[in-house]
């Protein structure tokens, strides 16, 4: 697995920084926001930056039982 920097722009990588949201073909995914915030339904209430920082989630958990 190769190691990727964490962006030092995002400032919030707890767990209390991440939203879940998911896009318009229904894929979930964690992003981190750049300030704790509440109404993030989707892709389209982050900023670019925040954007970014989405992962699949089905990439991190798998999709048998997802």
Known sequence: ???IERDL???NV???SM???RDD???EF???LDSPRSGVRS???LTDHERASCMDVSVIVGTERW
């Open 19 to 21: 939203v879940w949201v």
């Open 1 to 3: 697995m190769e190691f």
């Open 9 to 11: 722009g995002v400032r």
């Open 25 to 27: 073909n229904g894929t």
């Open 43 to 45: 892709m389209g209430d």
């Open 30 to 32: 964690s992003c981190s």
């Open 14 to 16: 707890g767990y209390e």
